[in-house]
């Protein structure tokens, strides 16, 4: 394929976003960029550096003090993400930084510095990103936009599964909690909540398995890139 675009993907937390959009990346020999990290990541250095996210000025001055990047861990084939450069992949996956990832990511300054660098990211297209407002705010003129979904029970299994093979000791209805209230707090927000782009295409992967949607999704890349 020589033409490249960008393809924008949005959804509710443990839906599989990420999944889909790395292996897409991959099989596109497009680069991936994981949008939650980064607010992860300034999650992590605000806890970190005990930034009072309520006193905007306390904000605005730690964010001129971040710097995100990624890299490729070629003995995981795994993206790792870099803050100030040192890499905080592990760090950020943490159910302590999950449970307030949320507001953080709800904060006006906060959204507007991290958009504008994934903006820069698409300048090239050839992309894959997926998070909650990409499609509505990141690139609402991106090719190919979807907008992933999946039972609430399914995505609760998924987390908790997710967190045990990484070795963390969690309960399941903390699991539970934490998604129904990530869900609230994205969906309520007043700065980009999550919603579905008009002209998204919407996934409901209950019932598909990770390489079922990818080939899916693959087809529909073939035929835009076609357009």
Do not use: W
């Not at 497009?30 to 904000?59: L, S």
């Not at 971040?66 to 995981?76: G, K």
């Not at 100030?84 to 507001?103: H, Q, T």
């Not at 990141?138 to 967190?163: G, N, S």
């Amino acid at each position: 394929m020589s033409k490249k675009i960008i393809i924008a993907i949005d959804g509710f937390s443990s839906c599989g976003k990420s999944t889909l959009a790395k292996d897409l990346a991959k099989k596109l020999g497009y680069r991936y960029i994981d949008t939650g990290a980064m607010y992860r990541a300034v999650t992590y250095y605000f806890e970190e550096n005990d930034v009072n996210i309520k006193e905007h000025e306390a904000v605005e001055k730690a964010l001129k003090d971040i710097s995100i990047d990624f890299d490729y861990d070629e003995n995981t084939g795994k993206q790792i993400t870099i803050l100030n450069g040192y890499s905080v992949e592990k760090e950020i996956r943490s159910p302590e930084i999950s449970n307030k990832v949320s507001p953080v990511a709800a904060i006006k300054e906060v959204r507007s510095f991290l958009v504008a660098q994934q903006q820069k990211m698409g300048d090239n297209k050839g992309i894959v990103m997926d998070g909650r407002d990409i499609g509505t705010v990141v690139f609402p003129q991106a090719e190919l936009k979807l907008f992933m979904t999946a039972d609430e029970d399914i995505r609760i299994e998924r987390r908790y599964d997710e967190l045990k093979a990484n070795g963390e000791n969690i309960d399941l209805e903390d699991v539970r909690e934490n998604i129904k209230r990530r869900d609230y707090i994205d969906t309520h927000r007043e700065e980009s909540p999550l919603k579905q782009a008009d002209d998204a295409i919407v996934l409901n992967n209950s019932n598909l398995t990770p390489q079922e949607q990818l080939l899916l999704v693959y087809e529909m890349v073939q035929k835009k890139v076609k357009e």
